[in-house]
Protein backbone atom coordinates (compact mmCIF):
# COMPACT_ATOMS: atom_id res chain seq x y z
CA UNK A 1 0.00 0.00 0.00
CA UNK A 2 2.90 2.35 0.67
CA UNK A 3 4.61 1.49 -2.14
CA UNK A 4 1.79 2.30 -4.34
CA UNK A 5 1.32 6.05 -2.89
CA UNK A 6 4.62 6.60 -3.37
CA UNK A 7 4.15 5.59 -6.88
CA UNK A 8 0.81 7.99 -6.96
CA UNK A 9 2.64 10.38 -5.58
CA UNK A 10 6.15 10.58 -8.26
CA UNK A 11 3.52 10.19 -11.05
CA UNK A 12 1.49 13.31 -9.60
CA UNK A 13 4.74 14.97 -9.68
CA UNK A 14 5.64 13.55 -13.24
CA UNK A 15 2.09 15.51 -14.39
CA UNK A 16 2.87 18.39 -12.92
CA UNK A 17 6.33 19.10 -14.27
CA UNK A 18 4.61 18.45 -17.52
CA UNK A 19 2.02 20.30 -16.96
CA UNK A 20 3.85 23.32 -16.43
CA UNK A 21 6.50 22.49 -19.20
CA UNK A 22 6.30 25.56 -20.92
CA UNK A 23 6.81 27.92 -17.03
CA UNK A 24 9.45 25.64 -16.44
CA UNK A 25 10.67 25.87 -19.98
CA UNK A 26 10.73 29.71 -20.33
CA UNK A 27 12.11 30.63 -16.83
CA UNK A 28 15.24 28.00 -18.18
CA UNK A 29 15.72 29.30 -21.59
CA UNK A 30 14.96 33.14 -20.17
CA UNK A 31 18.29 32.30 -17.59
CA UNK A 32 19.94 30.65 -20.36
CA UNK A 33 19.54 33.70 -22.39
CA UNK A 34 20.17 36.26 -19.74
CA UNK A 35 23.63 34.86 -18.66
CA UNK A 36 24.77 34.85 -22.46
CA UNK A 37 23.98 38.22 -22.84
CA UNK A 38 25.35 39.44 -19.98
CA UNK A 39 28.73 37.39 -20.61
CA UNK A 40 28.93 38.60 -23.94
CA UNK A 41 28.52 41.75 -22.82
CA UNK A 42 31.23 42.08 -20.39
CA UNK A 43 34.55 43.24 -22.22
CA UNK A 44 36.75 39.35 -22.20
CA UNK A 45 39.86 39.44 -19.16
CA UNK A 46 43.42 37.82 -20.36
CA UNK A 47 45.83 36.64 -17.99
CA UNK A 48 49.58 37.13 -19.11
CA UNK A 49 51.79 35.07 -16.98
CA UNK A 50 55.60 34.45 -17.27
CA UNK A 51 58.12 32.23 -14.65
CA UNK A 52 60.98 33.27 -13.80
CA UNK A 53 64.11 31.44 -12.06
CA UNK A 54 65.68 33.04 -8.79
CA UNK A 55 69.41 34.18 -8.94
CA UNK A 56 71.52 31.25 -7.39
CA UNK A 57 74.00 33.28 -5.90
CA UNK A 58 74.35 33.99 -1.86
CA UNK A 59 72.04 37.03 -1.24
CA UNK A 60 68.80 35.98 0.14
CA UNK A 61 67.27 39.49 -0.99
CA UNK A 62 66.73 38.11 -4.37
CA UNK A 63 67.17 34.63 -3.72
CA UNK A 64 64.29 33.92 -1.26
CA UNK A 65 61.17 33.94 -3.08
CA UNK A 66 58.79 35.18 -0.40
CA UNK A 67 61.47 38.77 -0.49
CA UNK A 68 61.58 38.40 -4.24
CA UNK A 69 57.90 38.55 -4.17
CA UNK A 70 57.79 41.22 -1.75
CA UNK A 71 60.19 43.32 -4.39
CA UNK A 72 58.01 42.19 -7.20
CA UNK A 73 54.81 43.67 -5.77
CA UNK A 74 56.16 46.51 -4.09
CA UNK A 75 54.91 50.11 -4.94
CA UNK A 76 58.16 51.50 -5.49
CA UNK A 77 58.70 48.71 -8.49
CA UNK A 78 54.88 49.36 -9.72
CA UNK A 79 55.64 52.56 -9.98
CA UNK A 80 58.43 52.17 -12.24
CA UNK A 81 56.52 49.74 -14.58
CA UNK A 82 53.76 52.26 -15.19
CA UNK A 83 56.29 55.18 -16.20
CA UNK A 84 58.81 53.04 -18.10
CA UNK A 85 55.41 51.96 -19.88
CA UNK A 86 53.73 55.46 -20.18
CA UNK A 87 50.32 53.31 -19.02
CA UNK A 88 47.42 55.61 -18.07
CA UNK A 89 47.06 54.60 -14.29
CA UNK A 90 45.51 57.28 -12.30
CA UNK A 91 47.06 57.80 -8.72
CA UNK A 92 43.41 56.74 -7.61
CA UNK A 93 43.59 53.34 -9.36
CA UNK A 94 46.51 52.24 -8.43
CA UNK A 95 45.52 50.19 -6.01
CA UNK A 96 43.13 48.37 -8.34
CA UNK A 97 45.88 48.21 -10.84
CA UNK A 98 48.35 46.63 -8.16
CA UNK A 99 45.03 43.64 -7.43
CA UNK A 100 45.65 42.54 -11.34
CA UNK A 101 49.05 41.42 -10.63
CA UNK A 102 50.05 37.78 -8.49
CA UNK A 103 53.20 37.08 -7.99
CA UNK A 104 52.73 33.07 -6.98
CA UNK A 105 55.77 30.38 -5.56
CA UNK A 106 55.86 27.07 -7.87
CA UNK A 107 56.50 24.43 -4.91
CA UNK A 108 59.54 22.27 -5.12
CA UNK A 109 61.58 24.81 -7.38
CA UNK A 110 63.08 28.09 -6.50
CA UNK A 111 60.64 29.57 -9.69
CA UNK A 112 58.13 32.51 -9.51
CA UNK A 113 55.37 32.70 -11.63
CA UNK A 114 54.38 36.53 -12.49
CA UNK A 115 50.81 36.97 -14.02
CA UNK A 116 48.71 40.27 -15.04
CA UNK A 117 44.96 39.75 -15.44
CA UNK A 118 44.53 43.09 -18.31
CA UNK A 119 41.58 43.68 -21.55
CA UNK A 120 45.14 44.79 -23.44
CA UNK A 121 46.75 41.29 -24.05
CA UNK A 122 50.06 43.57 -25.51
CA UNK A 123 49.87 45.72 -22.52
CA UNK A 124 50.21 42.60 -20.01
CA UNK A 125 52.83 41.26 -21.63
CA UNK A 126 54.62 44.43 -21.51
CA UNK A 127 54.05 44.98 -17.63
CA UNK A 128 55.56 41.32 -16.73
CA UNK A 129 58.49 41.74 -18.74
CA UNK A 130 59.17 45.19 -17.57
CA UNK A 131 58.78 43.35 -13.98
CA UNK A 132 61.16 41.36 -14.22
CA UNK A 133 63.25 43.34 -16.48
CA UNK A 134 63.46 45.77 -12.87
CA UNK A 135 63.91 42.99 -10.60
CA UNK A 136 67.05 41.54 -12.24
CA UNK A 137 68.57 45.57 -12.62
CA UNK A 138 68.24 45.41 -8.76
CA UNK A 139 69.82 42.34 -8.18
CA UNK A 140 72.55 42.38 -10.82
CA UNK A 141 74.58 44.71 -8.65
CA UNK A 142 74.41 42.06 -5.85
CA UNK A 143 75.06 39.18 -8.35
CA UNK A 144 78.33 40.74 -10.13
CA UNK A 145 79.85 41.35 -6.43
CA UNK A 146 79.36 37.82 -5.54
CA UNK A 147 80.83 36.79 -9.14
CA UNK A 148 83.61 39.39 -8.59
CA UNK A 149 84.66 38.13 -5.05
CA UNK A 150 84.78 34.43 -6.21
CA UNK A 151 86.70 35.45 -8.76
CA UNK A 152 89.11 37.52 -7.23
CA UNK A 153 89.79 33.85 -5.09
CA UNK A 154 89.85 32.05 -7.95
CA UNK A 155 92.70 34.12 -9.49
CA UNK A 156 94.70 34.38 -6.02
CA UNK A 157 94.22 30.41 -5.92
CA UNK A 158 95.83 30.21 -9.21
CA UNK A 159 98.55 32.75 -8.35
CA UNK A 160 99.41 30.10 -5.33
CA UNK A 161 99.02 27.23 -7.33
CA UNK A 162 101.33 28.26 -10.30
CA UNK A 163 103.98 29.56 -7.31
CA UNK A 164 103.94 26.01 -5.64
CA UNK A 165 104.01 24.63 -9.08
CA UNK A 166 107.08 26.51 -9.87
CA UNK A 167 109.22 25.23 -6.01
CA UNK A 168 108.18 21.75 -7.28
CA UNK A 169 109.70 22.21 -10.13
CA UNK A 170 112.97 23.56 -8.55
CA UNK A 171 112.60 21.20 -5.32
CA UNK A 172 112.87 18.06 -7.69
CA UNK A 173 116.03 19.66 -9.71
CA UNK A 174 117.95 19.76 -6.73
CA UNK A 175 116.60 16.42 -5.83
CA UNK A 176 118.46 15.21 -9.42
CA UNK A 177 121.35 17.31 -8.64
CA UNK A 178 121.70 15.12 -4.98
CA UNK A 179 121.53 12.38 -6.91
CA UNK A 180 123.78 13.14 -9.62
CA UNK A 181 126.62 15.04 -6.82
CA UNK A 182 129.93 13.58 -5.97
CA UNK A 183 132.22 13.96 -3.08
CA UNK A 184 129.53 13.52 -0.72
CA UNK A 185 129.44 10.52 1.20
CA UNK A 186 126.45 8.29 1.11
CA UNK A 187 124.93 9.08 4.44
CA UNK A 188 125.54 13.09 3.64
CA UNK A 189 123.47 12.03 0.56
CA UNK A 190 120.82 9.99 2.07
CA UNK A 191 120.07 12.37 4.70
CA UNK A 192 120.20 15.17 2.05
CA UNK A 193 117.83 12.93 -0.25
CA UNK A 194 115.61 12.52 2.37
CA UNK A 195 115.01 16.23 3.55
CA UNK A 196 114.62 17.00 0.17
CA UNK A 197 111.85 14.00 -0.53
CA UNK A 198 109.84 15.00 2.66
CA UNK A 199 110.07 18.72 1.22
CA UNK A 200 108.73 17.35 -1.92
CA UNK A 201 105.87 15.51 -0.90
CA UNK A 202 104.76 19.06 1.57
CA UNK A 203 104.65 20.83 -1.56
CA UNK A 204 102.73 18.37 -3.12
CA UNK A 205 99.90 18.12 -1.08
CA UNK A 206 99.93 21.60 -0.78
CA UNK A 207 99.59 21.76 -4.51
CA UNK A 208 96.62 19.12 -4.03
CA UNK A 209 94.48 21.27 -1.62
CA UNK A 210 95.45 24.21 -4.09
CA UNK A 211 93.99 22.29 -7.11
CA UNK A 212 90.73 21.26 -5.10
CA UNK A 213 90.39 24.89 -4.18
CA UNK A 214 90.64 26.12 -7.83
CA UNK A 215 87.92 23.64 -8.83
CA UNK A 216 85.75 24.24 -6.28
CA UNK A 217 85.51 27.81 -6.84
CA UNK A 218 85.32 27.21 -10.73
CA UNK A 219 82.33 25.27 -10.28
CA UNK A 220 80.83 27.77 -7.85
CA UNK A 221 81.35 30.46 -10.23
CA UNK A 222 80.09 28.75 -13.07
CA UNK A 223 76.58 27.64 -10.69
CA UNK A 224 76.56 31.37 -9.30
CA UNK A 225 73.36 32.87 -11.60
CA UNK A 226 70.87 35.92 -11.54
CA UNK A 227 67.32 35.75 -12.20
CA UNK A 228 66.62 33.57 -15.27
CA UNK A 229 63.41 33.13 -17.41
CA UNK A 230 61.87 29.99 -17.36
CA UNK A 231 59.20 30.81 -19.63
CA UNK A 232 58.93 33.84 -21.53
CA UNK A 233 55.04 36.35 -21.53
CA UNK A 234 53.40 34.98 -24.45
CA UNK A 235 49.79 36.81 -25.75
CA UNK A 236 47.33 34.21 -24.67
CA UNK A 237 44.24 33.66 -27.29
CA UNK A 238 41.74 32.50 -24.90
CA UNK A 239 40.28 35.15 -21.84
CA UNK A 240 40.30 33.73 -18.33
CA UNK A 241 36.90 35.60 -18.12
CA UNK A 242 33.99 36.04 -18.26
CA UNK A 243 33.72 32.00 -18.48
CA UNK A 244 30.59 31.93 -20.96
CA UNK A 245 30.53 28.19 -20.78
CA UNK A 246 30.22 28.26 -17.18
CA UNK A 247 28.21 31.06 -16.74
CA UNK A 248 25.45 29.43 -19.12
CA UNK A 249 25.41 26.19 -18.01
CA UNK A 250 25.35 27.51 -13.91
CA UNK A 251 22.49 30.32 -15.23
CA UNK A 252 20.59 27.13 -16.94
CA UNK A 253 20.87 25.04 -13.70
CA UNK A 254 19.32 27.39 -11.37
CA UNK A 255 16.67 28.48 -14.38
CA UNK A 256 15.50 24.88 -14.12
CA UNK A 257 15.45 24.45 -10.17
CA UNK A 258 13.69 28.03 -9.91
CA UNK A 259 11.43 26.67 -13.17
CA UNK A 260 10.67 23.87 -10.89
CA UNK A 261 9.50 25.59 -7.73
CA UNK A 262 7.56 28.06 -9.37
CA UNK A 263 5.62 25.39 -11.52
CA UNK A 264 4.72 23.88 -7.74
CA UNK A 265 3.98 27.20 -6.34
CA UNK A 266 1.59 27.65 -9.41
CA UNK A 267 -0.01 24.18 -9.11
CA UNK A 268 -0.58 24.81 -5.25
CA UNK A 269 -2.38 28.11 -5.59
CA UNK A 270 -4.52 26.65 -8.47
CA UNK A 271 -5.35 23.66 -5.83
CA UNK A 272 -5.88 26.04 -2.91
CA UNK A 273 -7.08 29.81 -4.14
CA UNK A 274 -7.28 32.15 -1.83
CA UNK A 275 -10.48 34.31 -0.28
CA UNK A 276 -8.77 37.39 0.38
CA UNK A 277 -11.65 38.63 1.86
CA UNK A 278 -12.78 35.79 3.85
CA UNK A 279 -8.83 35.72 5.18
CA UNK A 280 -9.06 39.32 6.13
CA UNK A 281 -12.10 38.59 8.40
CA UNK A 282 -10.70 35.74 9.86
CA UNK A 283 -7.92 37.63 11.11
CA UNK A 284 -9.58 40.66 12.35
CA UNK A 285 -12.57 38.96 14.29
CA UNK A 286 -11.60 39.36 17.88
CA UNK A 287 -12.28 35.79 19.11
CA UNK A 288 -9.42 34.57 16.75
Known amino acids: M ?8 LRDLILILWKRRKLILGIFLLAVLAAAAVSFAIPPTYEVSTIIALGAFPDSTYTSQASAREILLSDELLLNVISALKLDVPREKFRSFKETIKVESIKDTNFLKISVQTQNRAEGKAIVEKMVELFKERSEPSYQQHRQLLANQLNSVRTRL ?4 TDIKKTREVLNAIESASGIS ?3 KDLRRSRTLEYLQSEESQRIELLDRYLALQKEINELKNVQVIRGAREPVYPVKP ?4 NVAVAGILGLMVGVFAAFMQEYFQRNPLDLSRRENWVGHPDR
Open 2 to 9: KQLEEELE
Open 162 to 165: SAIE
Open 186 to 188: PVE
Open 243 to 246: NKKL
